[in-house]
């Protein structure tokens, strides 16, 4: 299992993301964490924005068409998107995101 974090600049458009996402059976369930301020460096000034924080939980497999529809869909130029591996996990929980992602992959 892995966890896939991504910035974007509102729940719109997280949820809209997220939800092709689903339907896709790339991802077993998100997590949006709205109220996140971010302070970086762009374009040689210091940036300091409100952004939303998607916490995508799903298998490695999945990881590069996740990505490749966050850059397709993202109005970011070049948007975080960071996989996180989980080696442990509740193994219940960690069976059914795998039952939820493996049915896309067969």
Known sequence: MIYVFWSCKDK?????V???????????CASIFPKVE???RWEGKTTKVKEVKVLLKTIPVNFEAIQDSILKDCSY?????????IPR???RYVSWLQEECLSNVY
Do not use: F, H, M, W
């Open 12 to 16: 719109t458009e997280a949820k809209r």
């Open 18 to 28: 997220i939800d092709k996402l689903l339907d896709q059976r790339l991802i077993a």
């Open 38 to 40: 971010s302070i970086y």
């Open 77 to 85: 130029e070049v948007p975080e998107i960071v996989q996180v591996d």
């Open 89 to 91: 996990g509740n193994p």
